[in-house]
Nanobody, 125 residues
Framework: QVQLVESGGGSVQAGGSLRLPCATY????????MGWLRQAPGKEGEGVAG???????IYADSVKGRFTISKNNAKNTLYLQMNSLRPGDTAMYYC???????????????????WGQGTQVTVST
């Protein structure tokens, strides 16, 4: 059974940090394209971080310099390190994965593949 399981969310004050792991089960991790997206109430969802086809990391302008995406292939786990958090970062954060990569390599929302259940991040002033 395929599963993506995010964790690590919580409530922090502005300026704080969180690290979100996304563990994957039941899929061939090494051949996947993966990325992080977020959805805030009343706002459109947006791609936050991902990898281009050559492996270079990509970020939304709103998080550049503050967020870092990484993988631990030995643990089949994707991470999102979030530093200098702002109230505007408050959202549900999802990891997503698929095999064709067209959307995720452009910080887009994939229409196929797999999604986690999400983890809530709340940043207060």
């Amino acid at each position: 059974q395929v599963q993506l399981v995010e964790s690590g969310g919580g409530s922090v004050q502005a300026g704080g940090s969180l690290r979100l792991p996304c563990a994957t089960y039941g899929i061939i991790y090494s051949t996947l394209y993966m990325g992080w997206l977020r959805q805030a109430p009343g706002k459109e969802g947006e791609g936050v971080a991902g990898f281009e086809s050559n492996g270079r990391t990509i970020y939304a302008d709103s998080v550049k310099g503050r967020f870092t995406i990484s993988k631990n292939n030995a643990k089949n786990t994707l991470y999102l390190q979030m530093n200098s958090l702002r109230p505007g970062d408050t959202a549900m954060y999802y990891c997503a994965a698929n095999y064709n990569g067209y959307a995720l390599t452009r910080l887009g929302r994939p229409t196929d593949g797999y999604w986690g259940q999400g983890t809530q991040v709340t940043v207060s002033t």
